[in-house]
């Protein structure tokens, strides 16, 4: 049985200043890594208000390079629920993976948000 630990750990909290509407702007972005990791983040949409309109997108990239769409969802207006978890994936160290924000209507709008990227032993 192969035993792994985590050999660096990078904590990210910080706030995406107000976005552009109609420009999809990168909030995480997780290159290859030295061994395989985990990434869990999280983004708050607290200040979403009428009128406004947020595509919020996974990608990851299977094949070390390309990325793809691995889940999108739209939110508008203000929200009830506005804290979004990206539940604790785990990658083999080649594989990439993103999240990006457009958003499309409304007034462009700061979002804080939150990562922890744990790395294991190669």
Known sequence: MTSYSITTKTDTKTVLAAVTIGVETTVIDVPAQAADYIIESYIDLTNMAGGDTTNVTEYVG?????LRVYQQVTYSGAQTAP????????????????????????????????????????
């Open 83 to 122: 804290i979004l978890r990206f539940h604790g994936k785990l990658f083999e160290k080649d594989l990439l993976y993103r999240i990006t924000i457009k958003q499309t209507a409304g007034t462009g709008r700061a979002y804080p948000y939150a990562s922890v990227l744990q790395v294991f032993n190669a």
């Open 62 to 66: 299977v094949d070390g390079s390309n």
